[in-house]
C-alpha cells in the first residue's frame, strides 16, 4: 500500500504528527461486526438438537478411504457426508460436505499438488470397530484417528499419544443451505439472528444471496503448551491466547487478506489479519510436533485459549466446507515435510533474488537508476536488483512505460543485465478502466473481469482511479495474463526485467476494508467470499507462469504482498507496509518465522521500514538483520527521504556496506538452504526450537533464529546496545554436549583478504561456548548482530567482495568448520547455473563435505548429473581445534601438497591457506 490520501493532506499530516501511527482500526471488522463469528463464539455446544453424531464408518469406493454420515436433530433431513483417508507419509485427512446441498460447497482447488492428498497410505489403512470407536490406523507409522459416534469427536494418536482432538467440546456447527422461506431459515440455534441474510460495514452492504452457510468445529492440542502458525500478523510467533487467561484482548484471530495501512505491531492488534492467509497451525513438544491445515480460502477466524491438558482451539468459517488435513511425527522437519507434500515447496529461485534488491517508491527516471546504480560500484557495495514502482508507467496502467521519464527502457534493463543485474517493475491486478489502455480493453472484451452480483464488470477505485480487477480464479484469464508478459505485449520489456505483484488481497480503495464485496461473482458463479484469501494466490500463479512465457528456460522472480497456502510455489513474500521504528524491526522475527514455518519460505521485511525516516543507527541495525533472512530489500515511501546506503555519513555507509557484504560472504551457504527448501520443505529462516526440539527453554522465544542448521542469529533491536544476550540451545538429553561459535566469516574487502580475515580469528579465547547457555555477545554497531556457528556444522562461504552474485560465481570457497565435541563437523554445498531450469532435469553438483575424529576433512560428490565444476577451496578455517597442528596435507587426485598454516592456540583456531583442492574430483586435507 502507499498512502491513499491526496498530496497537501499527506503533508499536514507529516508535519502535525509525523510518528503517529495512522492504523485506522474503524476501517476493520472485528468479531462483534460479523455475524457468523458471534454466531460461532456463542455456540456453547450444550444444544442437544444441534449436536452431531456419526454413524457406522465403513468401507468407501476401494476401500482406500473410510466414509459416514454425521447428523443432528435440527437439520435431520440434511445429514453430511464425512470421509476419512489415512494418506501416504503418515498424514490423516478429514473432510465434511453438506449432501444434496441446495447450493454447491466450494472446495479450495490448485493448493493440493500431486496425488498426496488422495492417496492412501499402503498397505491400505485398516478399520476396527470397539465399543462403537471407530479406528483407522495407517500402518508402520503408527498414526491413528479414533472416531466416536454420539456424540461425534476424534482423536488423532501418534504412536497411541494424542496428538490432536476434534470436536472434543462439541463446537461443530454446519450452517445448511436453506430458501429464505423455509423454516429456521431466518434464525440461528444462539439466539444471534442479525447478519444472517445480509449484512452491512461502514456504509457497505454485503446481500449475502445465498443466506447463513458457515462452518465450525473445536480442536485440542493435548500435552502442547505452545501453538504456531496462522500467518499473517504482526504477533508473537507462539499464538498467544485471544480468550481467557492471558488474552490480550478478546478477538479472534482472522485469516482475511487485507491491505493494512501502517499496522500496529503492539499485542492487542495480533488479531489483525494482514496481507496474506495461510490456514496452517503447528504445535510441538519434546515428543511430537504436529501441524493441522484448515483448507478453506474464505474469511476464518479461530480462538486459541488454555485448555485442561494443553491447547484448545476453535476454528470458523464464513462459507465452504471443512477439510482438514492434519500432520504429525517426533520432529518439526517431519511435520514440514509432510506440509510441503500436500501444498508444494519453495520455487527454486534465480541466484540474483538471493542477493540485495534496492527499491523505493519511486526512482524517478532512468537518469535517477543510472545514478543508484553507479553509485554502488563507487562505494563498493554490492547489490544485484533495483527496482521500479507504480510511477514508472503511464498514469499508473501496468505494463507501460513513461517514455518522457524512461525513454529507453529496454537499453536500461540491458545496461543493468552487463553488469550482473536485473530489474523489477510493480505490476498489479487493478486495470485502469480507459479503452485506450490495452490490457483493460482487451480484457474488456472477453469478459474477462471479476463480476458484480447482478452480472455487470466490477468498477472500483486504485492508483489509476476508477479500474476493473481481472478474475484469476478462471483459467483463461489466468492464460491471457500471462500472454501480456511476452515482450511484444508488454513494450518495453526485455529478458532481464521481473516483477512485483502488489496491491493483490484484493486492495480496493472505496471497498469494505479495502477490499473487495463478498457478494461479488468470479467464474462459475462462484463468489467472492469464497474465494477471498485466494485471489493473490491465482494472481501470482499467473505472473509465473508468464514469466515462463517470456524466459521458458529459465526461472521466474515474483515477489507478492498477497499469498495463501502453496504460494511459495510461485512467489517471494514481504511483510508489506512497515515502518521506520524499532519495534518495528523487532517485530520482523516473529513475522518472518511465522511465514517461513507456514510455507511461505523466501520472505523478508523492507529493511529500514517502508514509512517514515530511520536514524543511521536504525538503518544499520536493520541491514544488520536483514542481511541473514531469506529476502532482502530495501524499500520506502515515496514522501521519505532517500536513503541509499551512501546517504548516511561515512561511518554509517562502512556498517551497512559490512553487513550486505555478509550477505554476500554467505551466499553458498544460503543457496544450499534454498535447495534443502526447494526439494525437502526444509524452512530456511526457523525457530531454534526446529533444529532444537527437545530445548523447551526455546519454545516461546521468538527473537533470534536459526538460518539453515548451523548459524543462529540474534538482532539488535534497542537502540544503544553494545552487547546482547544471547540464549544458545542444547541438545537432547543423553546427546552429546553442543558447542558453539562467534560466525567469523569476513566482509574484509576486496585487498589483503587473508591479513584481515586472520585478524578478525584472532583474539577470540573463550568464545566457544556450551549449548544450554546465555552469552553477552558483543553488539557494537561494528561488530553487527550476534551470530553464533553450532559445533558440528560446516559452512561454505565466498570471502572475496564483488558487486553482485553474477560476478562471484567463479570465485573459490572457504570453509567455516566449527568442531563438535566429539571432533566432528559435516555440512553440504549445492552449486548450478544458478538461473536456468536444468536443475530440474538433474544439472546441478552438490557435495558433502566432512571433518571426521581423525582431523581429515574431505569432500566428495553426493547428488547431481554431468561433471563437477573446477571451482576450488581457497581456505579452511577450523574453530575448537584443541591442540596445534604439526602439518597440513592436501589430497587430491593421488598427489599430496604440504599447506600453509596459521594457528591460534588461545582461540582454538586453525586458517588453512590457499589448498586449492578443486571439486571437480574428491579430494582430503589432512591435519596431523
Not at 454425521?70 to 498424514?91: C, H, P, Q
Not at 483448507?295 to 491438558?309: F, K
Not at 525513454?407 to 479503452?435: F, Y
Not at 578455517?877 to 599430496?896: H, I, R
Request: glycine share 10%; proline share 5%; with cysteine.
Amino acid at each position: 500500500l502507499k498512502m491513499r490520501v491526496g498530496g497537501l493532506l499527506l503533508l499536514l499530516l507529516a508535519v502535525a504528527a509525523p510518528l503517529a501511527s495512522a492504523f485506522k482500526a474503524h476501517e476493520f471488522r472485528y468479531c462483534q461486526d460479523t455475524s457468523f463469528c458471534r454466531r460461532h463464539r456463542k455456540f456453547d455446544g450444550s444444544k442437544s438438537e444441534a449436536t452431531y453424531h456419526l454413524d457406522t464408518l465403513k468401507h468407501g469406493e476401494g476401500g482406500a478411504s473410510f466414509v459416514g454420515k454425521l447428523s443432528n436433530e435440527m437439520d435431520k433431513d440434511r445429514s453430511l457426508s464425512l470421509t476419512v483417508t489415512a494418506l501416504a507419509d503418515g498424514m490423516i485427512r478429514l473432510h465434511i460436505n453438506e449432501e444434496g446441498s441446495l447450493h454447491k460447497r466450494y472446495e479450495v482447488q490448485d493448493v493440493l499438488v500431486g496425488d498426496t492428498a488422495t492417496k492412501p497410505f499402503s498397505p491400505k489403512p485398516t478399520l476396527t470397530i470397539q465399543d462403537g470407536v471407530a479406528t483407522v490406523t495407517a500402518g508402520d507409522r503408527a498414526i491413528a484417528i479414533d472416531l466416536a459416534p454420539k456424540p461425534f469427536k476424534a482423536v488423532v494418536t501418534l504412536k497411541g499419544v494424542p496428538v490432536v482432538a476434534l470436536n472434543s467440546r462439541n463446537l461443530m456447527k454446519w450452517e445448511t443451505y436453506k430458501d429464505k422461506g423455509a423454516a429456521g431459515a431466518l434464525e440461528d440455534v444462539t439466539g444471534d439472528n442479525d447478519g444472517l441474510w445480509e449484512e452491512s460495514f461502514s456504509g457497505h452492504r454485503d446481500s449475502r444471496p445465498k443466506g447463513p452457510a458457515s462452518v465450525g468445529m473445536d480442536i485440542s492440542w493435548p500435552g502442547f503448551k505452545h501453538v504456531y502458525g496462522l500467518s499473517e500478523r504482526a504477533s508473537s510467533f507462539s499464538l498467544a491466547n485471544s480468550k481467557g487467561t492471558g488474552a490480550a484482548r478478546d478477538e479472534p484471530y482472522r485469516l482475511y487478506n487485507l491491505d493494512v495501512f501502517e499496522y500496529d505491531v503492539t499485542p492487542d492488534r495480533a488479531h489483525q489479519p494482514l496481507y496474506g492467509a495461510v490456514p496452517l497451525m503447528l504445535s510441538h513438544s519434546a515428543k511430537h510436533s504436529a501441524g493441522l491445515l484448515w483448507l478453506n480460502a474464505a474469511e476464518t477466524m479461530i480462538d486459541v485459549e488454555d485448555g485442561t491438558d494443553g491447547k484448545d482451539t476453535h476454528w470458523f468459517s464464513e462459507s465452504g466446507l471443512i477439510d482438514i488435513f492434519i500432520m504429525a511425527a517426533e520432529t518439526p522437519a517431519e511435520v514440514q515435510g509432510q506440509f510441503a507434500l500436500l501444498v508444494g515447496t519453495q520455487f527454486m529461485p534465480p541466484l540474483f533474488s538471493l542477493g540485495y534488491h534496492q527499491c523505493r517508491w519511486n526512482y524517478k527516471d532512468e537518469q535517477d537508476v543510472k545514478g543508484v546504480d553507479a553509485k554502488f560500484d563507487e562505494h563498493d557495495i554490492p547489490y544485484d536488483v533495483i527496482w521500479l514502482d507504480i510511477e514508472h508507467t503511464i498514469g499508473k496502467r501496468y505494463m507501460t512505460w513513461d517514455r518522457h521519464l524512461f525513454p529507453d527502457p529496454e537499453g536500461m534493463q540491458e545496461d543493468l543485465a552487463s553488469r550482473g543485474r536485473k530489474m523489477v517493475t510493480i505490476v498489479d491486478p487493478h486495470l485502469k478502466a480507459d479503452q485506450g489502455y490495452p490490457v483493460y480493453a482487451e480484457a474488456k472484451k472477453l469478459g474477462y473481469f471479476v463480476r458484480t452480483a447482478d452480472g455487470g464488470d466490477f468498477e472500483g477505485h486504485c492508483w489509476p482511479g476508477g479500474s476493473s480487477w481481472l478474475d484469476y480464479l478462471s483459467p483463461q484469464v489466468r492464460d491471457y495474463w500471462a500472454s501480456r508478459f511476452k515482450t511484444e505485449n508488454y513494450v518495453g520489456s526485455t529478458t532481464q526485467l521481473y516483477t512485483w505483484n502488489d496491491m493483490n488481497e484484493p486492495s480496493v480503495f472505496n471497498g469494505p476494508e479495502i477490499t473487495m464485496q463478498k457478494d461479488l461473482k468470479h467464474a462459475g458463479d462462484v463468489e467472492h467470499r469464497d474465494i477471498h484469501n485466494q485471489y493473490g494466490f491465482y494472481m501470482t500463479m499467473a505472473t509465473y507462469a508468464g514469466h515462463n512465457v517470456l524466459r521458458p528456460e529459465r526461472r521466474p522472480f515474483i515477489l507478492s504482498r498477497a499469498f495463501y497456502a502453496g504460494s511459495q510455489r510461485y512467489v517471494a513474500v514481504w511483510t508489506g507496509d512497515n515502518m521506520a521504528k524499532w519495534e518495528h524491526l523487532a517485530a520482523a522475527t516473529p513475522m518472518l518465522l511465522q511465514l517461513s514455518m507456514t510455507g511461505i519460505q523466501f520472505c523478508g521485511a523492507d529493511v529500514g521500514g517502508f514509512f517514515y525516516n530511520p536514524d543511521a543507527e536504525l538503518m544499520v541495525r536493520w541491514y544488520q538483520a536483514a542481511a541473514y533472512t531469506p529476502f532482502f530489500r530495501g524499500h520506502a515511501h515515496i514522501d521519505t527521504a532517500r536513503r541509499e546506503p551512501w546517504l548516511f555519513g561515512e561511518e554509517a555507509m562502512g556498517r551497512i556496506r559490512g553487513a550486505i557484504r555478509s550477505r554476500y560472504t554467505v551466499m553458498p551457504y544460503l543457496y544450499t538452504q534454498f535447495h534443502r527448501a526447494h526439494t525437502l520443505g526444509t524452512p530456511i529462516m526457523r525457530p531454534l526450537w526446529f533444529d532444537f526440539p527437545a530445548d523447551e527453554s526455546t519454545y516461546a522465544m521468538d527473537d533470534a533464529w536459526m538460518l539453515g542448521p548451523a548459524l543462529l542469529v540474534k538482532p539488535v533491536t534497542k537502540s544503544g546496545v553494545t552487547t546482547t544476550s544471547v540464549y544458545l540451545p542444547t541438545g537432547a538429553p543423553g546427546t552429546p554436549p553442543l558447542k558453539w561459535y562467534p560466525f567469523k566469516g569476513s566482509n574484509a574487502g576486496k585487498a589483503g583478504l587473508f591479513k584481515k580475515l586472520w585478524g578478525h580469528l584472532q583474539g577470540t579465547g573463550g568464545s566457544q561456548h556450551a549449548g544450554g547457555s546465555t552469552v553477552n555477545a558483543e553488539s557494537s554497531m561494528d561488530s553487527g548482530a550476534p551470530v553464533f556457528q553450532r559445533g558440528g556444522t560446516i559452512v561454505p562461504t565466498r570471502e572475496r567482495a564483488r558487486r553482485s552474485t553474477a560476478a562471484m560465481m567463479e570465485d573459490p570457497f572457504t570453509l567455516h568448520v566449527a568442531l563438535s565435541g566429539g571432533g566432528e563437523a559435516e555440512g553440504e554445498l549445492y552449486l548450478d547455473d544458478g538461473d536456468s531450469t536444468m536443475h530440474s532435469k538433474g544439472h546441478y553438483a552438490s557435495f558433502r563435505i566432512v571433518y571426521n575424529q581423525n582431523s581429515e576433512l574431505s569432500c566428495a560428490r553426493s547428488g547431481g548429473e554431468g561433471a563437477s565444476p573446477a571451482h576450488t577451496i581457497e581456505r579452511v578455517v577450523v574453530y575448537g581445534l584443541s591442540k596445534e597442528p604439526k602439518s597440513v596435507t592436501a589430497k587430491q587426485g593421488g598427489a599430496d601438497s604440504p599447506l600453509e598454516f596459521t594457528y591460534d592456540k588461545g582461540a582454538q583456531v586453525l586458517l588453512v591457506r590457499k589448498p586449492n583442492v578443486s571439486l571437480k574430483e574428491e579430494w582430503k586435507v589432512v591435519i596431523a
